[in-house]
């Protein structure tokens, strides 16, 4: 994310409390800024594109965990556990954010099945619990 050419920077507004001509000037003419002054800027910059980007991926997390939900239901602590891996772990880098929007285009359809069939919610069940048992031990390490 880029800054508007028509936008001030904050340290334009800080400078137009001092000289509000100089801001005019520097706009017109352009400003010479030290290097030094430059790189913080630029800085600056990136860390408030990586802030937002933040908090967009805060905002995109949801509640939606379709097989812990049929297996233990929607408020239990192994559904919000696995929702906490999802948010923390997966969602914070590229193959997790697949390995996610993959299992959203086939976990409805898959708790359609298991919901049918005993045997496969209990081996889902079973998989379930093996897959928190390792997100425990990998947390405690």
């Known amino acids: 994310m880029k ?9 334009d507004l ?5 000289c509000e001509q100089q801001v005019v000037l520097d706009r017109k003419y352009g400003a ?6 430059t790189q913080r800027a630029s800085e600056g910059n990136r860390m408030h594109v990586k802030a937002h980007r933040e908090a967009i991926r805060h905002l995109k997390r949801d509640s939606r965990c379709f097989i812990a939900t049929s297996v233990y239901g929607p ?4 559904t919000n556990r696995l929702r906490q891996f999802r948010d923390e772990s ?5 193959w997790g954010c697949l390995i996610t929007d993959a299992y959203y ?7 359609r099945v298991i919901e049918r069939s005993a045997s496969l919610h209990r081996l889902t069940t079973y998989m379930l619990d093996r897959l928190l048992c390792k997100i425990e031990k990998g947390k405690g390490e």
């Open 3 to 11: 800054p508007r050419k028509d936008s001030l920077a904050a340290t």
């Open 105 to 111: 285009a086939v976990s409805p359809w898959y708790v």
């Open 32 to 37: 010479k800024r030290k290097e030094f002054v």
């Open 14 to 18: 800080s400078k137009s409390a001092y």
């Open 75 to 78: 408020d239990a602590s192994q």
């Open 90 to 94: 997966l969602l914070s880098n590229w």
